[in-house]
Structure formats: C-alpha cells, structure tokens
C-alpha cells in the first residue's frame, strides 16, 4: 500500500510562513492498495490538492472511496473543492458514520448550499455515491475495511484496512475515554493493564498493525485545559500505540497555533517516550506531501478479529432513562435528549429507577453512582443479574471517578464510564455509539 499525507492540520486550515513543513491543510490522507482502490481518509482542504493530482496525473475516469471520520468542518471543507466529483465518468463512493438526524448527503449539501458556494451536490458531474457505516467489518471494493467509534463530541469512526498483507489505520478526532490510561496495580504499557474499557477496545482495535494515523493535537500540558473537546496528547497516542504492538505511528490533526518548530519537538518528546516503552514502535509528526510505503511485516500479518457490521441502528428515537438526583443534571439532559428526538424517562432515586426500568423497558440508562438508595452500583448488578434488563447498555455517570470505581463498575458490566461535567454532544455521540454496539451484539 501506497500512503500520502494531503493535510495534517485540524480544527481550521492553517498555512503561513510557520507551517511550511508540517504543512496547513486540514485533514486528508490517500491510501492506494497495490490491486489499485484507493481510499481517502477525509476530505479536509488537503483534499483539493489530491483532486487536481488525481485528474492531471491519473488515467480517467477513476473511482475512489471516501471515509469521512465525521463530517466536523475540517473533515469535509475540501470536498467541494476536490475536482474529481466535477468529471463525468468518474465514480466516487462516500462513507460516513451514520448521522443523528440529517442523512450523509444532506450534510454534504448543506455546505454546498448557493449561500456558501456556487455549485449545489445535486450538479456534480461524477457518480457519487453514499453508504452510512456502522461498527464492524465492511468489504468495500474487496478490501477489508474494520470501524470502530472513537471518543469525540460527534459520532465518528475510527478506519482500520487491510490490504497487500499490511494493516492502515485512520484514527482521528478521539479522545482518551479516561485521564488516567494505565490501572496502578497492573504492570503499564500492557493492553490488560488499561483502566478505562473504551481505551482498551481503542488499543485493541489497532493491535499488529504496521501503521497508525492518530489525532495527537495537543501537548499533555495543553490537554488539562482542553479536556472534552474530543483530541488526544501524543503521549496518550504513542502509549496506546506501543501497547498496541504497533510498528509505526504518525501524529497528525496538528493544532494549528503548533508551528514548525513546535511540532519538532512534539516529535522529539513523542520519539523520547517510544524509546523509554522498548517496543521499537516508530514515531512521526505526519508531514503535508510525505508519502510513505507500507509493506507486509510480521506483526501486521495478524488481521484484528471483528464481527460483520450489523444494522446501523443509531439514529432511530431511542428511549433513554435518566437516573439522576440532580434535578438539574437532569433537566439538562432531557432538553439535549428530547431535541435529539429521543423519548426520556427520569428517576430521581434508586427505587424508581428499578421500577422504571422495569415498567418503561428503555433502552438504554443514564445512571448517576451516587443516588439516595439504592445506589447506582447495586443497581447495575440488579440489572446485570436478571436475565430480561441483563442487555441494556447502563453509561455510568459519576461526580467524583476513579479508578477504584471504573475498575468496578467495568467488571460489573457498565457499558460506558463517564464523568461530569460532560458536553451534551459529547453525551449524545457516547449514547448513540453504546446503543449502536449493543444493537449488533
Ligand atoms: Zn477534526
Ligand atoms: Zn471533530
């Protein structure tokens, strides 16, 4: 497999005399297999330069797969731009997670509306077509292609392909589901050893692959501030990487206040701490224009096991049980909920929230740890234990986590550990990405 990085840069493009060689395009990675398909990670402003390489210097017409991560500004403002979708002939495919309440290509009009630009979705030349994914295994064009949600205020899919014998990875906007990566009384830098259930399925989603293409758009120091808005640290993508058993990772949606000099030594630190895990795991800050070979090796040998994607089932209203004593907290909640066409059930205190679970039948529960009795973790082992409440994804919200209490509420089954304060879009994209594991289990 061929790789080439178009852009590098999140939230915003950035080019100046600062960013020269990291490059300030937003988000856009090509992918070509040796069989000739060719995917595209994102579809950043990277994706205009792609474009007008892809028409001077390719035989036409072409076909090309899009995965869009999510459709955030930066992962979606090259697509009017990107020239191939202008040329008759040409047959382009668009993937996407599926949206929560407008359809792919209704998103994808709307920045094309005659406000914003001069040529509507419905004018372009090329056959463009549109499959919503879900969490699984896909065959696209024959490919394997395996997706996985990541951690971000938004839903989005984490892109994992195998191809020629080698594994790709495309992991961009997430965010540690948990501050803390490692559980203390286990030895670090192990998959085991991994607190929080997301970060371990996040870890175990990139096990043996040869390459790693993962968000690092902050520094630990600026992550303090930043927590919530759905990016990682490069200390957090480097440790997971190395826990991974993975051989070469490149760091890229650089912040774009990181200039060149800046994300040198993001590099150094990231290189300093892959050094001290001992795994030989390879470390860079992707660079606009590299261009990187990916050939079979031992480790990416191993296809990560994962089931076929199922139904996508996240968008249809769901019925949601908030159990909180915050009555705040709750009222909170159901507006987002209620917005998002979601039917809401409330339970102030533990005896309701059993009886509605069992009156209501939602399918899915909010629920509080600390609620007059009782509790949210007795709870939480009532439902595990009978057999008919034994499925319902439960997302523990709590006050004050740890991980004492992560460690627990896994083992007893949580589906989700969150804590507060979280962003309502942060809530809805965890909600909608629980809901559509457990409708394919
Ligand atoms: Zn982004
Ligand atoms: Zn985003």
């Known amino acids: 497999m061929l790789l080439r990085f178009w852009g590098t840069r999140g939230s915003i493009a950035s080019p100046g005399p600062g960013t020269v060689r990291y490059g300030g395009n937003t988000s856009c990675v090509e992918l070509l297999t040796r069989g000739g398909q060719r995917f595209i990670f994102d579809c950043g402003t990277g994706a205009r330069d792609l474009g007008h390489h892809l028409v001077s210097a390719q035989p036409q017409p072409l076909a090309a797969t899009i995965l869009l991560g999510h459709t955030h500004w930066d992962h979606i403002q090259g697509f009017p731009f990107f020239a191939p979708v202008f040329v008759p002939g040409n047959r382009i495919t668009v993937c996407a997670p599926q949206g929560a309440k407008r359809t792919l290509p209704e998103v994808l009009a709307g920045q094309m509306e005659y406000t914003y630009f001069p040529v ?48 790709v990875l495309y992991l961009c906007d997430h965010e540690p589901y948990w501050e803390a990566l490692w559980r203390s009384d286990a030895e670090p830098g192990r998959l085991v050893s991994i607190l929080h259930d997301g970060d371990r399925r996040h870890a175990a989603f990139m096990e043996n692959a040869d390459v790693v293409i993962h968000d690092a758009q902050y520094t630990p120091e600026e992550y303090v501030t930043k927590k919530n808005w759905g990016h990682s640290t490069y200390a957090y993508a480097t440790q997971i990487a190395a826990a991974a058993n993975v051989r070469r990772l490149y760091l890229t949606h650089h912040d774009p206040t990181h200039d060149d000099d800046f994300l040198d030594q993001v590099e150094e630190r990231a290189r300093a701490l892959a050094r001290g895990l001992g795994t030989g795991l390879e ?16 480790n990416g040998a191993a296809l990560a096991p994962g089931a076929p994607a199922g139904e996508a089932g996240a968008s249809r ?42 009156s209501g039948k939602p399918d899915l529960v909010l629920l509080d740890l600390k609620m007059p009795s009782p509790g949210g973790l007795a709870i939480l082992r009532t439902l595990r234990s009978q057999e008919e409440t034994r499925a319902i994804p439960v997302i523990i919200l709590t006050g004050e986590g740890n991980e004492e209490s992560a460690r627990i509420c896994f083992e007893l089954g949580a589906t989700d550990y969150l804590a507060k304060p979280f962003s309502l879009p942060q809530l809805d994209a965890r909600i909608r990405s629980c809901f559509a594991r457990a409708a394919q289990l």
């Open 120 to 167: 509507e979705l419905g004018q372009l030349g090329a056959s463009i077509e549109y499959h919503d994914l879900s969490e699984g295994v896909h065959d696209l064009g024959g490919v394997r292609v395996q997706t996985q949600f990541l951690n971000h205020p938004a839903m989005t899919l984490g892109y994992r392909i195998e191809a020629d014998g080698a594994s």
């Open 283 to 298: 470390v860079t800050c992707a660079r606009e224009g590299q261009q990187v070979g990916v050939a079979r090796t031992e």
């Open 317 to 358: 209203p769901l019925r949601i049980l908030i159990a909180d004593d915050h009555e705040e907290l709750r009222h909170m909640v159901r507006r987002a909920l209620l917005k998002g066409g979601h039917e809401v059930l409330e339970a102030a205190s533990g005896t309701e929230t059993l009886a509605l679970i069992h």
